[in-house]
C-alpha cells in the first residue's frame, strides 16, 4: 500500500466543459492512450527554459550553446531511461508512426518482415515494401511466441529479418511477452523492433533487459506535449541506410563534383535520420518527463495504475450488458487501457453521452487496429468494413468499441464517475 504513489500533476485538471443537462462540470480526460496530458512539471521545465531558447547545432551564441547542450543532454536522458546498450543510438523523431517509418527505410533490401495482424496501425503499415509475413491474432502469449518460431523456422536462415511488435495493445492494454519474442527472434537470427508507444507511459522500458533491437515511442503519450518521438537502438542498419530525410544537419558535408553533381558525406550517427532543424522543444520535454517518471518512481506509478485497473474490470463487470475485449482472456495482464462494448448500444452513440452528459472524455471507433477490433468483435478481420460510425440497433453486434484509459495523472473521481456513468 505505502509504496502508490499519487496522481502526478497535470494540465487540464481545472478545464470545465458543458453538460447538455445543464451546467457544467471538470474534465475527466480518460483517453491517455490517444495523448496524455502533459505533467505539469514538463510545463514547467519548459517554460524555465523558454527565455533562454535559441538555435541548436553549430550556432556560436550563449543561447545556442545552452540549447545545443540541452537537446544532447535529453538524448542521454532518454538513453538512460530506455536502458540503452553503450553502441545503441537515440535518434528523435515526429512519433512512433515516424520512428517506424525510419526503421522501414532503414532495414536491409532483402529483410524479411514479421508482423502480428493486431498491431496498430503504425506497427502493421509501414513494412509493405518489404516481405512481409502477417501473423494471425494469437489468443494466448505462449501462442504468439509459438506462431511466430513457426514463422521464423519456414523462413531463409541467411538474410535478414525483422520482428515487430506492440509492448501492450493500444486496444486491450494487454501485455506482449516481448522478452521470449526477442529470444524467438534472436534464435532464429532476426532482430526485433518493440512498439513501446502504449508500454513506455505505464511501465519501465529497459532495452538491454527486454533484449530488443529498437524501441520507438511517442512523447505525447509519455506526458510531454506532441510533435516528438524516439527510436533507440542498433546503429548498424541505420547507419548503413540513406538518410530519412536529406538536408542540413544529416551531411557533414557536401561538394560539387567536377562533372557538374554534387557529393555528400552523411553523418554516421543519429544526425544522419535528423535533417532540418530539430523540435528541441518537444525533445526537451520528451526528457523532462522520463524524468518526472523515473523520480516519481514507476514502482509506484505501476501500483496505482493497477488499482485503478481493477476498479475498472470490477466496475464494468457488474454491468452485465458490458463485454470487455480481450485477446489473452479476461485476467492477462493490462496496463490502464481497456475497450468494450455495450450491450444494445452504438458505441459511438455511448462515447458520445459520456462526454455530453458526463464530461468524460474517451474514444470509440476501432481505434487504427483494424483487424485486431474486428477480431475481438467476432467480425470477419478480412472484412475491409467500414470505420467510423457503424450502426448497431439494439440487439445486433458492435462494429466498434469504446475505449476507456488512464495514467498518472488520472485521479480518483474520473474512474468513480466513469463507472456511475456505464452504470
Ligand atoms: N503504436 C501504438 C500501440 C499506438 O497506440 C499508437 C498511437 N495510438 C501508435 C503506435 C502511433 O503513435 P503516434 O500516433 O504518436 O505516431
Do not use: M
Amino acid at each position: 500500500e505505502s509504496s502508490i504513489c499519487a496522481p502526478l500533476p497535470v494540465l487540464g485538471q481545472n478545464v470545465t466543459v458543458p453538460l447538455v443537462t445543464g451546467g457544467e462540470v471538470t474534465y475527466a480526460a480518460l483517453d491517455y492512450a490517444a495523448s496524455a496530458p502533459a505533467l505539469q512539471r514538463v510545463w514547467d521545465d519548459v517554460a524555465a527554459y523558454a527565455p533562454y531558447y535559441g538555435s541548436v547545432h553549430r550556432g556560436a551564441g550563449y543561447l545556442s550553446q545552452l540549447s545545443t547542450d540541452l537537446f544532447e543532454n535529453s538524448r542521454r536522458t532518454v538513453a538512460e531511461f530506455l536502458g540503452c546498450r553503450a553502441d545503441d543510438q537515440v535518434v528523435f523523431t515526429r512519433s512512433t508512426t515516424d520512428s517506424l517509418n525510419l526503421l522501414a527505410a532503414a532495414i536491409p533490401a532483402d529483410c524479411q518482415v514479421f508482423v502480428y495482424e493486431t498491431e496498430h496501425h503504425a506497427s502493421l503499415l509501414p513494412w509493405r515494401d518489404a516481405q512481409v509475413t502477417y501473423l494471425n491474432a494469437p489468443r494466448t502469449p505462449a501462442q504468439a511466441v509459438e506462431s511466430l518460431e513457426r514463422a521464423l523456422a519456414d523462413r531463409d536462415p541467411y538474410g535478414p529479418a525483422l520482428v515487430c511488435v506492440t509492448g501492450a495493445s493500444n486496444v486491450t492494454g494487454e501485455l506482449w511477452p516481448v522478452k521470449e519474442l526477442a529470444a524467438a527472434a534472436h534464435a532464429h537470427g532476426a532482430r526485433i523492433v518493440l512498439d513501446a508507444a502504449q508500454l513506455a507511459p505505464h511501465h519501465p522500458v529497459d532495452i538491454a533487459e527486454l533484449d530488443v533491437d529498437w524501441v520507438a515511442f511517442s512523447g505525447h503519450k509519455l506526458y510531454a506535449p506532441f510533435g516528438s518521438g524516439v527510436l533507440a537502438g542498433r546503429a548498424d542498419w541505420l547507419q548503413a541506410a540513406e538518410p530519412y530525410l536529406a538536408g542540413g544537419g544529416a551531411s557533414r558535408k557536401v561538394a560539387r563534383r567536377a562533372d557538374g553533381g554534387v557529393d555528400v558525406d552523411w553523418h554516421t550517427t543519429a544526425a544522419r535520420h535528423e535533417a532540418g532543424s530539430p523540435n528541441v522543444i518537444g525533445v526537451y520535454s520528451i526528457a523532462s518527463a522520463c524524468k518526472a517518471l523515473t523520480e516519481a518512481g514507476f514502482e509506484g506509478l505501476v501500483a496505482r495504475e493497477q488499482e485503478l485497473v481493477g476498479r475498472v474490470r470490477e466496475g464494468l463487470a457488474e454491468v452485465p450488458e458490458v463485454q470487455v475485449l480481450s485477446l489473452f482472456g479476461d485476467d492477462a495482464p493490462r496496463v490502464g487501457v481497456i475497450s468494450f462494448v455495450v450491450r444494445g448500444w452504438n458505441s459511438s452513440h455511448f462515447a458520445a453521452a459520456l462526454s455530453a452528459e458526463y464530461g468524460i472524455g474517451v474514444r470509440d471507433g476501432l481505434f487504427c487496429a483494424h483487424p485486431l477490433v474486428r477480431t475481438l468483435l467476432g467480425s470477419d478481420p478480412q472484412d475491409p468494413g467500414e470505420c467510423g460510425a457503424p450502426e448497431a440497433e439494439p440487439g445486433e453486434r458492435s462494429l466498434n468499441a469504446i475505449r476507456v484509459s488512464f495514467g498518472a495523472g488520472t485521479p480518483d473521481e474520473h474512474i468513480d464517475r466513469f463507472l456511475r456513468a456505464v452504470s
